[in-house]
């Protein structure tokens, strides 16, 4: 079975997955949006009733009419309060789906093979080092976690809840001090500030750990075995690490926001070598534990062209070195197991692909 085969067949099973989990999201969002529906409707409904139910002249007593519009209301706020938390849970449904989705297209890219969708990414041509950094002259980084803006329908939920919590405090306020209602509306809207500032707080934190918890198994960092062959040998690229002269590993780097994993890793490779390079196919995604734990996803890849130096990049100051894989396997650190296991499984795969090439 040639590998052109299995790779069709992987894509079109991921494409199915890609519709399953696209309907499950569009479903999912029309979930949230009618249970908003069905919460603005009752409450429009309640509030309707309780002003009816004040200004109507009837033989119910101002005692009752007072019980029963508080009951009301705070009935009407402990399902806002359910709701809020139902959308709160709908909300890391939905960002584990669209990182699912995110993750789906990653791997149809990966199973398709060469550099057919890197064809026009910029670094290879245009862009310029300095657009990589920031003014201090570090490389620019995923930004931190960015909360749904104020006009999502968890936001609504909580303007509502706010508002009558307000409305609750206003009227058993109002019923023992009738005679300052300037004093009564500034302290409404000071709690409606505060409660709404609350759970505005709680949604962020919330939506924090949810976004945290759904990213958790994605490679943050991706690299590359630049390998070559020569007349004697097959030789592979290391780099010395940042700074270090002595230490020496497989050039890799932190993935940027909304940078694909393939391009992240020829980018890595300019920037730490100042070789061009095309993606052969992924090798493996590793683990290994810094200030906290990398996820790091390699492909096998070859060289084009050395484009510049790479002190002309950076100011890392590495070295780039061209070796056999067994002095390449001398020289990374002894604690790198995870670079040695990378350097072994693509040492295995190049062979293979000498004996049979229609695996690569």
């Not at 657009?131 to 749904?148: E, M, Y």
């Not at 306020?173 to 302290?187: A, G, M, S, T």
Request: charged content about 25%.
């Amino acid at each position: 079975m040639s590998k052109n085969y299995d790779a069709k067949l992987g894509i079109s099973l991921l494409w199915k997955d890609y519709d399953y989990i696209s309907k499950s999201l569009a479903e999912n969002e029309i979930v949230g949006e009618k249970r908003i529906n069905f919460f603005i409707t009752l409450t429009t409904a309640i509030i309707t009733a309780i002003v009816t139910l004040n200004t109507a002249d009837t033989i119910i007593s101002e005692n009752a009419k007072y019980l029963t519009s508080i009951s009301a209301l705070s009935i009407l706020l402990a399902i806002g309060i359910i709701i809020l938390l139902r959308m709160i849970k709908r909300n890391k449904v939905t960002d584990k789906y669209k990182v699912a989705l995110d993750d789906i297209r990653q791997k149809i890219k990966d199973i398709s093979g060469g550099n057919w969708y890197l064809k026009d990414y910029s670094l290879l041509k245009h862009i310029k080092p300095s657009s990589l950094r920031d003014r201090k002259g570090k490389k620019k980084k995923n930004k931190a976690f960015k909360p749904r803006k104020l006009g999502s329908l968890t936001h609504l939920i909580a303007v509502l809840n706010s508002a009558l919590t307000s409305v609750i405090i206003g009227i058993i306020i109002f019923q023992h001090f009738p005679n300052h209602p300037n004093i009564l509306f500034l302290v409404c809207f000071i709690m409606f500030i505060m409660i709404f500032a609350s759970q505005t707080l709680f949604i962020y934190r919330s939506e924090q750990k949810n976004r945290r918890d759904a990213e958790k198994h994605l490679p943050t960092h991706a690299g590359g075995v630049v390998y070559r062959k020569n007349d004697k040998d097959l030789e592979v690229m290391l780099v010395t690490a940042k700074n270090k002269n002595n230490t020496w590993v497989i050039p890799k780097g932190h993935i940027i926001k909304h940078e694909g994993h393939g391009e992240c890793a020829i980018r890595e490779v300019w920037e730490e070598s100042g070789w061009i390079t095309s993606i052969v196919q992924p090798i493996a995604i590793t683990t290994y534990l810094a200030s906290k734990e990398k996820i790091v996803k390699y492909y096998l890849m070859t060289p084009d062209k050395q484009l510049t130096k790479p002190e002309n990049i950076s100011k890392e100051k590495r070295i780039v070195k061209w070796m056999s894989f067994s002095d390449a396997n001398e020289k990374l650190p002894k604690n790198a197991k995870d670079m040695k296991d990378v350097l072994a499984l693509a040492y295995t795969i190049i062979q293979s692909s000498f004996n049979n090439p229609d695996l690569i």
